[in-house]
């Protein structure tokens, strides 16, 4: 990982910033939005470094990722730095660094962060091309950093929806009124209401930071769920095929695959995510004993020479290959 110095001096940037952001929701007792106030920066820090930390492992692997692979890695922190910088200012001036448009000061800020969004997708859409495009180790491997990627893209796509004006942003704009928001976490309720601990989820309503959430850190998830297999492996045989836990890796993605797009449906519904309506315990359920099924199928019996080597031959075609 040390090719990508940049991405790793960007988590560890991220990580102090985390521990300066955790002394100070200690220290600082101002509240904004119903939330201490240096929270978003401790939850938006950890979430950097974290990304950062991924997407120099994953481009390690690449044999040859060359100058659209570095550049990408440079937007990404350039993007990252940028929005720190806005949330940790917003936060010391005691505003809110999000969908606030008051003053033009504070509108000015927010769409520069936009912008930085969109250079960071971008930049993140780059680098997911190159992780397609390039054998990253055996196709379990593989196919864990591809789909994590893919998933991830959607995910950050996904908080796109948060900056939709709401209902009644809509209305004062109808009604020539100059709204001091635009866009909101929160779905059929005020921001700042009732929340989870930890996440600050909105326990009254929906919250379109929880797909967000889901989508950006499959990154993590499916890479972390194959360490976990190829550990199991040592003491189950049955883990040690490749092609087993090839299927194990694509079962995972469509399990968070489905999960991205349930916690985006009750989110719009404006459904809590600790309240579900038996509609989505229904259609949680349904993914469960799918995801169930396509795990006890991937656990079958591979052929022998699989079972025994741990590979598969190469010689010829297989399914998933690229």
């Known amino acids: 990982m040390s090719r990508y110095r940049s991405l790793l001096g960007f988590s560890w940037a991220m990580a102090a910033l985390a521990v300066i952001a955790a002394v100070g929701m200690i220290v600082d007792d101002r509240v904004l939005v119903g939330a201490p106030i240096w929270f978003k920066p401790l939850k938006f820090a950890v979430s950097f470094a974290a990304y950062g930390l991924t997407l120099a492992w994953m481009l390690s692997r690449h044999p040859a990722p060359g100058r659209a692979g570095t550049w990408a890695a440079h937007t990404v922190v350039v993007a990252g730095l940028i929005e720190m910088a806005i949330i940790v200012g917003q936060t010391l001036r005691g505003r809110r660094s999000h ?48 789909l994590g990627a893919l998933i991830a893209l959607a995910g950050l796509l996904l908080g796109g929806l948060m900056v939709m004006p709401t209902p009644e942003q809509q209305a004062q704009q109808a009604a020539g009124l100059a709204p001091t928001l635009i866009g909101a976490h929160s779905v059929g309720v005020p921001d700042g209401g009732p929340a989870m601990p930890l996440t600050g989820w909105n326990t009254t309503g929906g919250d379109l930071r929880i797909p967000h959430f889901v989508g950006m850190h499959a990154l993590q998830a499916l890479p972390l769920f194959l360490y976990a297999m190829e550990a199991l492996a040592r003491r189950s045989a049955r883990l040690r095929g490749e092609r087993v836990r090839l299927r ?18 009750q989110a719009l519904r404006g459904q809590a995510l600790i309240h579900p309506d038996a509609v989505t ?16 199928a991937a656990l079958r019996p591979s052929p022998a020479a699989d079972a025994t080597t741990g590979t598969e031959q190469t010689s010829r075609p297989t399914e998933l290959t690229r």
């Open 248 to 265: 194990l890796v694509l079962t995972a993605a469509g399990f968070l695959t489905g999960l991205l797009a349930l916690v985006t449906w």
């Open 281 to 296: 315990l229904s259609a949680l359920t349904a993914l469960a004993v799918a995801t169930t099924a396509g795990g006890c």
């Open 99 to 146: 969908f606030n448009v008051e003053t033009p000061l504070d509108r000015g800020l927010f769409l520069v962060m936009g912008g930085t969004i969109v250079a960071l997708w971008t930049a993140t859409l780059v680098l997911a091309v190159l992780l397609c495009r390039a054998r990253l180790g055996d196709r379990a491997t593989t196919w864990a950093i591809r």
